[in-house]
């Protein structure tokens, strides 16, 4: 596996530095994505049945199970919403994000 | 000189231009083919399958259902680290177009030979350069050949000049459709084993030093060492990601002389020095550039004319691209008159390879009169007259000092 914290990235790059074939020099996972999101899941754990479809239907692998609870990444969710559509008892919400009034 | 392989131990067949380079690919140890067959491109595919179907390459074969798919096809396979091929024309290449820019980008080595033939409307399945040249911008190398002997040499060549660790950019081998294509000739084939030595063998992935890996790893799509290619790259170092590009593109030039060379000494055939193929420019008035199987009826009528006593003389551009402008300007410093032959338009300006000349010349202080002749769109015939007459103008125009009409256009009903 990628241990990412061996990298060391120095900024601005010149050109020349850069990898061959215009390859990223960051993994893609830090790239945070969570900041495109206009809406936020939230889980209410007291609904959830624990049945694992959001975390089978997420697209970007942001649902999170730790062996008892669901949780939301939030780093990556871009808060599409696919995860409280699928939810068959209706536990998740799409709550606004920044100041809404919900 | 005496080639390594002398021309006795040579095959010698009775090939076209297509079959030439198909046999020329099924030498060059290639993992991947994927194409989709297009007049008069189709000859290369057809044998090639047949090579595959036969046992007789290890290739594997991809029939795809459009040839914006075939490039795709090879992207995947270059980017996998296999040594990859495919064959278009005409309207196949305008639909492979939006993937020709991510091929070099990527910078993967790759070889695609296009068989040029005109563009739709209307409808034309004949030679003319405009296929190719709607890519010259898209960062490929561009190799143009005279006849079925230079596409057998070139495609080869072509795959060494593409993973040359300087340049690792996607090369195209252009011939003539149908007059090369589709017309029989001797062609003389090195032995499987000669050209895989040439090669080196299978293709070998360059390597590149990898941050969040923190090593040097080979570019090639390996789930030891995942890489993603081609992903989104804004204002922030898109900028930076061309400049590598072009600077592979200015070591092109000496890498096609060098394998050119290395060609040479194997087979005994050259082509001038790999870059321009010239013919009685040492004391020329008057010279006349021009790409592709042309060359050969222009050569002939020069010839003629010289053995008149006239000054005369040719240069086949044979490395479209990378352009060789330092080339260009050596050899036609202290000419009266160049006229450049194009046969391919851009519409509202000149031909393609009058601009790269004009601009090649601009910096000599005594420039030649430039007159661009546009000929042979859709296939129209160049015969000896034709090509005698345009000489007869430059001659009159060197004499007279002035150039009247820069473009003009070459055997059209007028």
């Not at chain 1, 074939?21 to 960051?26: F, G, N, R």
């Not at chain 2, 950019?169 to 000739?185: I, Y």
């Not at chain 2, 790999?274 to 021009?290: K, N």
């Amino acid at each position: 596996m990628i241990k990412s914290e061996k990298r060391v990235i120095k900024e601005p790059r010149r050109w020349y530095e850069l990898p061959l074939s215009a390859l990223p020099y960051k993994l893609s996972t830090e790239y945070k994505t969570g900041g495109w999101r206009a809406f936020r899941p939230v889980v209410d754990l007291n609904k959830c049945v624990r049945c694992m479809l959001c975390w089978l239907f997420c697209p970007e692998n942001a649902i999170i199970w730790d062996g008892k609870d669901i949780k939301v990444n939030y780093d990556y969710c871009k808060g599409c919403g696919i995860c409280a559509n699928e939810c068959p008892v209706k536990a998740i919400n799409m709550v606004p994000e920044g100041g809404g009034s919900s | 000189m005496s080639p390594k392989v002398p021309i006795e131990k040579q095959i010698r067949m009775a090939l076209n231009g297509d079959e030439a380079v198909a046999y020329a690919v099924k030498q060059s140890l290639v993992d991947v083919v994927a194409a989709y067959p297009i007049t008069p491109q189709t000859i290369i595919v057809e044998k090639f399958s047949e090579f595959v179907a036969n046992g007789e390459v290890h290739t594997e074969f991809v029939p795809v259902e459009s040839e914006h798919s075939a490039l795709s096809a090879i992207v995947g396979a270059a980017a996998a680290g296999a040594r990859a091929f495919t064959a278009t024309a005409s309207q196949g290449l305008a639909l492979m177009w939006e993937i020709l820019y991510i091929a070099s980008a990527l910078r993967l080595p790759m070889v695609l030979a296009i068989v040029n033939r005109a563009l739709s409307a209307p409808i034309n399945i004949h030679c003319d350069h405009s296929d190719a040249m709607g890519m010259r911008d898209a960062g490929w190398i561009q190799l143009f050949v005279e006849n079925s002997q230079e596409a057998y040499d070139t495609t080869i060549q072509a795959f060494k000049i593409s993973e040359d660790p300087n340049v690792l950019l996607p090369v195209t081998v252009n011939l003539d459709g149908f007059v090369l294509s589709h017309t029989l000739e001797d062609v003389h084939m090195l032995p499987d084993e000669v050209v895989h030595e040439f090669l080196g063998g299978y293709r070998r992935v360059s390597k590149t030093y990898v941050d969040y890996l923190g090593k040097e790893i080979e570019v090639k799509l390996d789930p030891a060492n995942p890489l993603t290619f081609g992903p989104l790259d804004l204002y922030d170092y898109y900028f930076e990601h061309k400049i590598p590009q072009v600077e592979a593109m200015k070591k092109a030039k000496d890498v096609v002389k060098r394998v050119h060379e290395e060609w040479y000494e194997l087979s005994g055939r050259r082509y001038g020095d790999g870059v321009l193929d010239a013919y009685g420019v040492e004391d020329a008035d008057v010279v006349v550039t021009v790409l592709g199987s042309t060359a050969g009826t222009v050569r002939y009528v020069a010839k003629k004319l010289r053995s008149k006593g006239l000054k005369v003389g040719v240069v086949r551009i044979r490395l479209f691209r990378p352009f060789p402008f330092e080339e260009i300007r050596k050899i036609l410093k202290g000419v009266k008159v160049v006229g450049v032959m194009d046969r391919a338009i851009s519409f509202g300006s000149y031909g393609p390879s009058f601009l790269e000349i004009s601009a090649a010349l601009y910096d000599l202080k005594n420039r030649p009169l430039l007159v661009n002749y546009v000929y042979g769109l859709g296939g129209r015939d160049v015969p000896p007259v034709l090509i005698e007459r345009m000489y007869q103008e430059l001659i009159g125009i060197a004499k007279e000092g002035e150039v009247k009409e820069v473009l003009r256009f070459l055997g059209v009903r007028g």
